[in-house]
T-cell receptor, first 110, second 110 residues
Framework: EDQVTQSPEALRLQEGESSSLNCSYT??????LFWYRQDPGKGPEFLFT?????EEKEKERLKATLTKKESFLHITAPKPEDSATYLC???????????WGAGTKLIIKP | DAEITQSPRHKITETGRQVTLACHQT?????MFWYRQDLGHGLRLIHY???????NKGEVSDGYSVSRSNTEDLPLTLESAASSQTSVYFC?????????FGPGTRLTVT
């Protein structure tokens, strides 16, 4: 069965304490892996797309990496404004639909 | 700037009533999607459309319908609202790979 699993469910960090969020997937024919950020009461906001193993993308304090089985979202020296739920999704070969993980709620304490 | 809007943002309705949630996009994208988001389930696909007059069922389509008469709009109708349909509903649009989301509609069925 095609599925996406994110871990941990929640992560509390001190400001400046770097860490990583994990997104593991079991799908056939990966066409892209997507990271989104979601703030309370808002829609998901697109961050990155990764297409192939070994690819990396960066944006400010965030860096996303991809292997054949999982993706990591590395957060370097986070700030309180990085607090949000981070969602991962994958697209398979045959269509435009995405399979979503349940998300990781990240809390950065000042 | 291109955008995607949803209305209403909040709606309270009674069991058995018909409800329509609006989604309008100015991206000129062919692909549009409706999701619901509930605690513990993440984003689940309700219906999607790949173009005018095209509609398809997602994984949780029972009790919902959509119609696509133009590129910009994909209204979601709850034929006879049930308490199990209390949720936050998101519309998304895509021109290819990544999806862009609206702000959401919080629906409460009493």
């Amino acid at each position: 069965e095609d599925q996406v699993t994110q871990s941990p469910e929640a992560l509390r960090l001190q400001e400046g304490e770097s860490s990583s969020l994990n997104c593991s997937y079991t799908v056939s024919g990966l066409r892209g892996l997507f990271w989104y950020r979601q703030d309370p009461g808002k829609g998901p906001e697109f961050l990155f797309t990764l297409y192939s193993a070994g690819e990396e993308k960066e944006k400010e304090r965030l860096k996303a990496t991809l292997t054949k089985k999982e993706s990591f979202l590395h957060i370097t020296a986070p700030k309180p404004e990085d607090s949000a739920t981070y969602l991962c999704a994958v697209r398979m070969d045959s269509n435009y639909q995405l399979i979503w993980g349940a998300g990781t709620k990240l809390i950065i304490k000042p | 700037d291109a955008e995607i809007t949803q209305s209403p943002r909040h709606k309270i309705t009674e069991t058995g009533r018909q409800v329509t949630l609006a989604c309008h996009q100015t991206w000129n994208h062919n692909n549009m999607f409706w999701y619901r988001q509930d605690l513990g389930h993440g984003l689940r696909l309700i219906h999607y459309s790949y173009g005018v007059h095209d509609t398809n069922k997602g994984e949780v389509s029972d009790g919902y319908s959509v119609s696509r008469s133009n590129t910009e709009d994909l209204p979601l109708t709850l034929e006879s609202a049930a308490s199990s349909q209390t949720s936050v509903y998101f519309c998304a649009t895509s021109g290819g790979y990544e999806q862009y989301f609206g702000p959401g509609t919080r629906l409460t069925v009493t």
